[in-house]
């Protein structure tokens, strides 16, 4: 039963971060008959995915990568030489 209710506890919140970070779409150019570029065709597209930057939330993703990694052979390497 407690592992049932972690699992739905952890959806909840896998869920509910979706609708709590999402952002609306952006407020249309021009006259609004092309919504890309603004109903000018001469202007270049935007680049998929709307230039959102990714780099703080990836490097601190990889970093609490390493300090887990470097945590555990830590603990492997000290289990070995308590035994």
């Known amino acids: 039963m407690k592992k049932a209710a972690k699992f739905i506890i ?28 603004g109903g000018n065709s001469s202007m270049e597209a935007p680049p998929p995915g709307g230039g959102a930057p990714i780099s703080g939330g990836l490097g601190m993703l990889i970093l609490m990568g390493i300090g887990y990694g470097g945590r555990k052979y830590y603990q492997f390497r000290n289990q070995g030489q308590n035994q």
């Open 10 to 37: 952890l959806a909840a919140f896998l869920f509910a971060s979706a609708s709590v970070f999402a952002q609306g779409p952006p407020p249309p150019n021009g006259n609004g008959s092309d919504p890309i570029s």
